[in-house]
């Protein structure tokens, strides 16, 4: 099993960027995708998940209206399509695969077993 996010870099305020998350040994519709940020000095914290089995979404109240979760189910690939970017947005984004629904509540980096590498994401004039 194997997780690759991609699509990170450097944009201006008010800008958008789409990252995906590319997952291979996996049976696409049975698993639940999360995107998770991790800024410097501060934990950690759980943006969006989708539920591939029942199309299920959940938005942290920051990005909600802004980024938008999605899946190709041909491509065993999952998009976060960031919008109206901020300066806050600046993190390192994580997709992550687990076998658990998605939370109304969020996702929580504990029930999440298969993670990619990380892309840079950075909101700057």
């Known amino acids: 099993e194997h997780v690759v996010e991609s699509g990170g870099g450097l944009v201006q305020p008010g800008g958008s960027l789409r990252l995906s998350c590319a997952a291979s040994g996996f049976t696409f519709d049975h698993y639940t995708v999360g995107w998770f940020r991790q800024a410097p000095g501060k934990e950690r914290e759980g943006v969006s998940c989708l539920d591939n089995s029942n199309g299920n979404t959940y938005y942290a109240d920051s990005v909600k209206g802004r980024f938008t979760i999605s899946s190709d189910n041909a491509k065993n690939t999952n998009y976060l399509q960031m919008t109206n970017l901020k300066p806050e947005d600046t993190a390192i984004y994580y997709c992550?695969?687990?076998?658990?629904?998605?939370?109304?509540?969020?996702?929580?980096?504990?029930?999440?077993?298969?993670w990619g590498q990380g892309t840079q994401v950075t909101v700057s004039s």
């Open positions: 992550a695969v687990s076998f658990e629904f998605c939370p109304g509540y969020g996702p929580e980096t504990d029930d999440f077993d298969y």
